[in-house]
């Protein structure tokens, strides 16, 4: 079964005057994995979808999408798919046995896509203007950046899947950033990009815990609560950043003008509101 919510674009003074609930129904990704189905949220922030398969036993086919007008998801994009479950299966064109963790590049052209097995997907994808090669990625594939530190409880790893040091892709850069034992910040200090928009999908956080994520322009910060396997769509004026109660890993995805991981303007610990 599949099921596609539509998210518009919002202009950073709309979002000024948000409550909690405005805020969640605009920019909170929740409730995309369950059993037998596929979830998407089709965002106008650079067409970036986001979404879950849940094949649990059966198979599971994404192919037509009502909002991309193409007969085939993939006719005009390109899709990154990250496996956050158990060891699955992922069909198009060729088979690729997927293990947690994994993240598997599909390029525009690939046709419908099959997921099955015991996996959790979680779903991007991007408009393409080529095809590339597909291809599976493992961690130890992933290029790898070390930040952060004890004392400023932000130390973590870093590990760019879809990145061109790594391979080729048209918009989308893909990673997972873990945090070390005991740290709890993400992405602080922060940054936004207006090239590229970026969705967030936090995972391996234990289910009694949280991560307060930040969003909005630097100087008007808002919050919004995010459990294990939710996330946040970030709009290019916003920051996004995050702090959790327990240890946790996020997988980031970001789509627009450039594939430039280092494009982005830094936000000043003193500037942020
Ligand atoms: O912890 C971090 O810092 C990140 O993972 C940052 C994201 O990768 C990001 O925001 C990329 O623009
Ligand atoms: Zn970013």
């Known amino acids: 079964m599949l099921s596609v919510e539509t998210r518009h674009a919002i202009d950073p003074a709309t979002a000024r005057g948000f409550d909690t609930e405005a805020l969640r129904r605009n920019f909170h990704v929740g409730g995309i994995f369950a059993d037998g189905e596929i979830k998407l949220i089709y965002t106008h922030y650079d067409r970036m979808i986001v979404g879950g398969a849940v094949p649990a036993g059966k198979d599971l086919v994404l192919d037509e999408v009502p909002q991309c007008g193409t007969d085939t998801i993939l006719a005009r994009r390109e899709m990154v798919v990250v496996n956050i479950g158990g060891e699955g299966i992922v069909r198009a064109g060729s088979d690729y046995a997927m293990a947690k963790g994994d993240m598997l590049y599909l390029g525009m052209g690939s046709g419908p896509v099959t997921f099955s097995g015991g996996g959790r997907f979680y779903i991007l994808s991007a408009p393409a203007h080529k095809t590339l090669p597909s291809r599976l990625i493992r961690i130890d594939?992933?290029?790898?950046?070390?930040?952060?530190?004890?004392?400023?409880?932000?130390?973590?790893?870093?590990?760019?899947?879809?990145?061109?040091?790594?391979?080729?892709?048209?918009?989308?850069v893909v990673g997972m950033t873990k945090l070390h034992n005991g740290s709890v910040w993400n992405t602080m200090?922060?940054?936004?990009?207006?090239?590229?928009?970026?969705?967030?999908?936090?995972?391996?956080?234990?289910?009694?815990?949280?991560?307060?994520?930040?969003?909005?322009?630097?100087?008007?910060?808002?919050?919004?609560?995010?459990?294990?396997?939710?996330?946040?769509?970030?709009?290019?004026?916003?920051?996004?950043?995050?702090?959790?109660?327990?240890?946790?890993?996020?997988?980031?995805?970001?789509?627009?003008?450039?594939?430039?991981?280092?494009?982005?303007?830094m936000v000043g610990m003193g500037d942020m509101r």
């Not at 950046?145 to 061109?164: K, M």
């Open 141 to 172: 594939e992933a290029a790898r950046i070390d930040l952060g530190s004890q004392a400023t409880s932000n130390e973590r790893t870093i590990h760019q899947f879809v990145h061109p040091e790594v391979m080729e892709s048209c918009q989308l």
């Open 189 to 265: 200090p922060a940054h936004v990009h207006d090239r590229r928009m970026e969705a967030y999908l936090y995972v391996d956080l234990p289910e009694d815990q949280m991560a307060v994520h930040l969003m909005g322009e630097p100087t008007e910060t808002r919050h919004m609560i995010v459990r294990n396997e939710e996330g946040a769509i970030s709009p290019p004026w916003s920051i996004h950043s995050g702090a959790g109660t327990a240890s946790y890993a996020f997988i980031w995805a970001m789509a627009g003008d450039n594939v430039n991981y280092k494009d982005v303007e």
